[in-house]
Every structure is written in C-alpha cells, then in structure tokens.
C-alpha cells in the first residue's frame, strides 16, 4: 500500500497501547516506558503523530518542540516491519516539517545509532545532514551521530 493511501493525525492518550507496541517491536534498548509515552502525549512540548494505514495504526513519530528559538527534536519514530519500505516513514517526516515551519523552526535535529544505515539514508534524503558523532550515546554503548536538517532559509541583512 503507497504511502498516498495513509492518514496521519495527532496521537492521542487512547492511543498509548498502540504507540507502546510499536515501540517495543521497533527498539531494543533505550525503549519509552508507558509512563514516559504518557507524559509525551499529554504535558512535554511536544508534537506526536501517527500514521494509520485502512485504520491500523501502523507508525509514529514524537518531536520534542521546547521555546524558540531552540531547535526543535526528532525524538522517535517507529514504523511497523512490516510495513517498512513502502513511504511511510518519509509521509511522517514531511508531516513533521510542515508542523515545524508553520511553527517558525528554523531546523531540527535528531540522533540515530550509527549502525543504524536504512534510518540514516532516510533521513538524509529529507534534507538532515551529520554534524557529529556521539561516542556511547545509547544505553547498550552503541554510538550515535547527531544529524541536523535545517526548515527555513533566512535571508541575513
């Protein structure tokens, strides 16, 4: 099913045990526990959406949004394997990036696991570029590269 044929809404506390579950299909180390998913659906500053495919939930994706102008976070986002490849991922990104400018984000930034090459390249091909590697970022030891994509170009006078 093309990415075209999803909806993508605003996560809601209802939800949680869907977004858990994904979650914990999709990670293995450094999992959101529910109380952490809670509090990030219902008090962080943040923007938490998902993506359902013929009404399955079938994707998530949370973005830390603190005070301008710091810059706003991709925090996690998931993707059932089994529907893995087919846009979706990308659809939830773009989502985020046109939440981020009509918010006035100037960019955004996010960590990824070093060894993790597929979300890399995805996110390369949505504009995030590596800024740095973060030695034992992950609670298994495993390293993480800081990538940045910047929203809004603006002019300097």
Not at 96 to 118: G, R
Request: glycine letters at 6%; hydrophobic letters at 40%; one cysteine or more.
């Amino acid at each position: 099913m093309p990415a075209e044929q999803c909806s993508i809404r605003p996560a809601q506390i209802g939800d949680l045990n869907h977004l858990l579950s994904i979650e914990h299909d999709s990670f293995t180390t450094d999992l959101l526990n529910r109380r952490q998913m809670r509090y990030l659906l219902i008090k962080a500053k943040a923007c938490c959406l998902l993506l359902e495919v013929q009404g399955v939930i079938v994707g998530y994706g949370i973005c830390l949004t603190p005070k301008l102008p710091r810059p706003a976070r991709l925090y996690s986002l998931a993707v059932r394997l089994e529907y893995r490849g087919k846009g979706f991922a990308r659809a939830l990104i773009e989502a985020f990036k046109h939440y981020l400018n009509c918010n006035n984000y100037k960019y955004w930034q996010l960590e990824v696991a070093i060894n993790n090459y597929s979300a890399q390249k995805l996110y390369k091909e949505s504009g995030f570029e590596i800024k740095a590697q973060l030695p034992g970022y992950y609670e298994n030891g495993c390293d993480a590269l800081r990538m940045v994509c910047v929203l809004v170009v603006t002019e300097e006078v």
